[in-house]
């Protein structure tokens, strides 16, 4: 069996046997590593620059790639941009490949902030106090933090990804570098209550919930360098809360994953407030994938290795071959 791995706009073809997953894992290893901090970081911010950005020729290069044509099934792990908002879903759907991860539908509305915040409101899933600011302006932004009750808020681009053009405002003073921040990625700005605490995270495989992970970064705030730089950040695994804490996240993240129509596997973000409250702040659906990140970190711990995970998601995409992959992704309805 012939598998590509699209991973940071780079793609790697591998045929591979799914009888232990080590060969994806190995090809998923092997990509990674062509890909520097410095590349990563230039490759996040062109594909999240827009759609005038460079990003269209690694889509024209996408489609046309030998590597993809070939293959029978396609392991996406590409972050941000196009990799993440359903655009490289929808060729896929296109071209009739079967590929891992959520689909179109569900890829879109997890990339876009508010509509997933309005799904989780109406689906009862706790989420910070928000507005979205469209078009925005540092006046309309000063607006919404007073209608959410004053600072400390979070800025955010609405269609972005890795904490790209994020910002933790605690001072008025910050507030115009914070919107400047986002829009350099997003006319529109997400702005959202701060919630003080720990920071959670939940992966999904399939339709079970992993070991529960704590995020302790060296600043307090998991933004993109604590996530790509090696030594900022420590993850505790299982999370130091109480059993039926854990449990709670675990079933969050669950209803999270389903209402938006995830698929194959997800990692669902909270913030813990000191009052014990779990708030979900996001669904990712292309999570990291090497063998250090956190879906791996919490399959592992729950005692499935590197090899029999990434075996886990081929096989789960496979299972949907000619299911019709865009009917079957729509998410339930909410009531």
């Known amino acids: ?34 890909v520097t901090e410095i590349d990563v970081k230039d490759e996040l911010d062109a594909s999240h620059a827009g759609p005038a950005s460079s990003n269209n ?18 392991f996406v792990a590409m972050h941000g941009g196009a990799g993440e908002d359903g655009t490289v879903q929808a060729l896929l759907d296109i071209m009739g490949k079967p590929y891992t991860g959520s689909g ?41 933090i007073l209608n959410l009750g004053g600072l400390p808020i979070v800025t955010k681009p609405r269609n972005q990804g890795s904490t790209i053009g994020i910002s933790i405002v605690k001072e008025e003073s910050q507030v115009e570098s914070a919107v400047k921040s986002a829009l350099k990625y997003s006319s529109d700005v997400l702005v959202e209550k701060y919630i003080t605490g720990r920071e959670i995270t ?5 339709d079970s919930a992993l070991p529960v992970i704590e995020v302790a ?8 360098e604590c996530k790509y730089t090696r030594g900022k950040s420590k993850y505790i695994v299982p999370a130091r809360i109480a059993e039926n804490k854990s449990k709670e996240a675990q079933d969050l993240a669950l209803d999270a994953y389903r209402v938006l129509g ?38 592992r711990a729950g005692g499935r290795p590197f090899p029999q995970l990434v075996d886990e998601i081929c096989r789960l995409a496979l299972s949907r071959r000619g299911s019709g992959r865009i009917l079957a992704q729509s998410p339930p309805s909410v009531e």
């Open 104 to 144: 179109m539908l569900a890829s879109a509305l997890a990339m876009d902030k508010v509509l997933a915040k309005r799904v989780f409101e109406q689906a009862g899933i706790r989420t910070p106090a928000w507005r979205s600011v469209e078009r925005a302006t540092v006046k309309s932004v000063e607006a919404a």
């Open 1 to 34: 069996m012939r598998i590509a791995v699209l991973m940071g706009g780079v793609s790697s073809e591998r045929e591979v046997s799914l009888a232990s997953g080590r060969e994806v894992a190995r090809a998923l290893r092997e990509v990674g590593h062509q």
């Open 262 to 299: 995830c698929q194959d596997f997800a990692r669902v973000d909270f913030r813990l407030s000191h009052e014990g409250e779990l708030q979900c702040l996001e669904v990712n659906t292309i999570p990291g994938m090497t063998g250090t990140s956190l879906v791996p970190m919490a399959a």
């Open 57 to 74: 020729k690694a889509l024209i290069n996408f489609v046309s790639s030998p590597d993809i044509a070939s293959s029978e099934i396609v």
């Open 217 to 224: 970064p060296e600043k307090g705030f998991y933004d993109y």
């Open 202 to 206: 939940v992966g999904i495989l399939g």
